[in-house]
């Protein structure tokens, strides 16, 4: 395998607390959501990845985490054009509704944003390119959990964030619970309760890495509102 491994430290242009800051280091245009560091790590892996493409490498990213203060990832090279040419495939855009928080991702490297936002007709804001694909791959972060060693004493940290990248859905933008229960003038859940109501009305559901109340889904912000409410239990 050939590895690059990227750390990015200038976490508030690359999430777009700095706009115009973040454009000029990352080609690509940020927003603030509250989703702030997956938006940094998928405006850092949209940089890189078309950097590469331009030297006709594919970059892929096999592990990738982040916190509000850094972005860390690891990327698989490939010399073959063709791979730089799917890669690119994965590359879109995010258009984000501050009104409601709903959010939508279309791949592509034209952003088509919806002329309005199709759950509260507010306007959208649009953040890319990004990358939209998977941030890690599954078989790497298995390999990596089977070779941890204790030797900085981390190992235990470690596998927990591997365990959590693991099941973490395949989805571009995450959402925080207490966001949305703010949002929505309700209290929060426990999160597991919380997970556990989505999946029963039938939606995948996972925790991220990117905070003890952050989670994927393939429900829609309606859709989690209708399924999370906790008035709406039988008894
Ligand atoms: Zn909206």
Not at 44 to 70: F, K, Q
Not at 129 to 137: C, I, M, R, V, Y
Request: hydrophobic share 35%; net charge negative.
């Amino acid at each position: 395998r050939h590895l690059v491994c990227v750390t990015a430290t200038d976490t508030a242009p690359l999430c777009g607390a700095h706009e115009a800051s973040g454009t000029r280091s990352y080609s690509a245009v940020p927003q603030n959501t509250e989703y702030h560091p997956e938006m940094g790590l998928r405006v850092l892996l949209g940089a890189l990845v078309r950097t590469a493409a331009r030297y006709d490498v594919a970059a892929t990213p096999v592990l990738s985490h982040a916190t509000s203060h850094y972005v860390r990832t690891y990327l698989d090279l490939s010399r073959r054009a063709s791979d730089a040419n799917d890669a690119l495939e994965s590359l879109g855009y995010v258009h984000h509704c501050f009104s409601c928080l709903h959010r939508e991702s279309r791949a592509g490297l034209i952003a088509r944003p919806p002329a309005e936002c199709p759950a509260c007709g507010a306007n959208v804001r649009t953040a890319g390119p990004l990358w939209l694909g998977q941030s890690h791959d599954n078989a790497f972060v298995g390999e990596v959990c089977d070779r941890l060693t204790n030797e900085l004493g981390t190992e235990e940290r470690s596998r927990d964030l591997l365990t959590t990248l693991d099941a973490e859905l395949d989805t571009p933008t995450h959402y925080d619970q207490h966001h949305l229960c703010r949002q929505w003038g309700r209290s929060a859940s426990a999160m597991d309760e919380f997970l556990d109501r989505l999946r029963g009305a039938g939606f995948a559901a996972s925790r991220t890495h990117f905070g003890g109340t952050t989670f994927e889904t393939d429900a829609s912000v309606g859709e989690i509102e209708t399924a999370t409410d906790p008035a709406s239990d039988p008894g």
